[in-house]
């Protein structure tokens, strides 16, 4: 089924660790974003990226790294896992029209 | 920087009351703002999409409205059912940019 795809669905991870989450889309989508979801806010803006090979920051950066080497994946990585990562991750992906959004299904990540 | 706020956090309801969600921003100067839902465990689904220049959108039993200049916007459902229990947030695209700002959602239960 066309769509997003992330992998993986939950993680746990020790602080100081690395992972990188991946983000799949089959629908040809230029636009990629990664958002996080923390309980009481809003979805916040990681990073985004507006075609292969270009990454850009979003509203909270730090402590994570992004490439778009491929045009339908996306790749979310944290080099030193600290616990105030521990969140929901959300991938998205958009054609050209403001309502196109599709999302992935969240990846759930405890730092411990 | 947009602040995008939903009251209430939650809502509990008996089937087939209307529903009466709200949302409010603090940047008028939008480009449009958009309702998703979100069922647990899942990602967001686009409900409807209003334009800047738009007053209201309408979808079946969903109506939403927008007020840009008092940074409001009202998204309607009308006699609800239990399969409309979830959450809903509203986002708001801001002018020369297409990076979504996310209010933290209402979640709704319908009870049958």
């Known amino acids: 089924n066309a769509g997003v795809t992330q992998t993986p669905k939950f993680r746990v991870l020790k602080t100081g660790q690395s992972m990188t989450l991946l983000c799949a889309q089959d629908?040809?989508?230029?636009?990629m974003y990664w958002y996080r979801q923390d309980p009481g806010m809003g979805l916040r803006l990681i990073h985004y990226?507006?075609?292969?090979?270009?990454?850009a920051k979003g509203e909270v950066p730090d402590g994570y790294n992004v490439s778009r080497l491929k045009k339908q994946n996306f790749l979310l990585g944290l080099e030193s896992a600290a616990p105030s990562q521990t969140s929901v991750y959300f991938c998205?992906?958009?054609?050209?029209?403001?309502?196109?959004?599709?999302f992935g299904s969240g990846t759930r990540l405890t730092v411990v | 920087k947009q602040e995008v706020t939903q009251i209430p956090a939650a809502l509990s309801v008996p089937e087939g009351e209307n529903l009466v969600l709200n949302c409010s921003f603090t940047?008028?100067?939008?480009?449009?703002l958009q309702w998703f839902r979100q069922d647990p465990g899942k990602g967001l689904t686009s409900l409807l999409l209003?334009?800047?220049?738009?007053r209201e959108q309408t979808s079946g039993r969903l109506n939403a409205s927008l007020d840009k200049s008092s940074g409001r916007s009202t998204l309607y459902i009308a006699a609800s059912q239990p399969g409309d229990s979830a959450t809903y947030l509203c986002?708001?695209?801001?002018?020369?940019?297409?990076?979504?700002?996310f209010g933290a959602g209402t979640t709704v239960t319908v009870r049958a």
């Open positions: 629908m040809n989508h230029e636009y």
């Open positions: 998205a992906s958009r054609d050209g029209t403001p309502e196109g959004y599709t």
């Open positions: 940047d008028s100067a939008i480009y449009n």
């Open positions: 990226s507006v075609g292969e090979g270009t990454t």
């Open positions: 209003i334009q800047s220049s738009q």
């Open positions: 986002a708001v695209r801001p002018n020369g940019d297409y990076k979504l700002s």
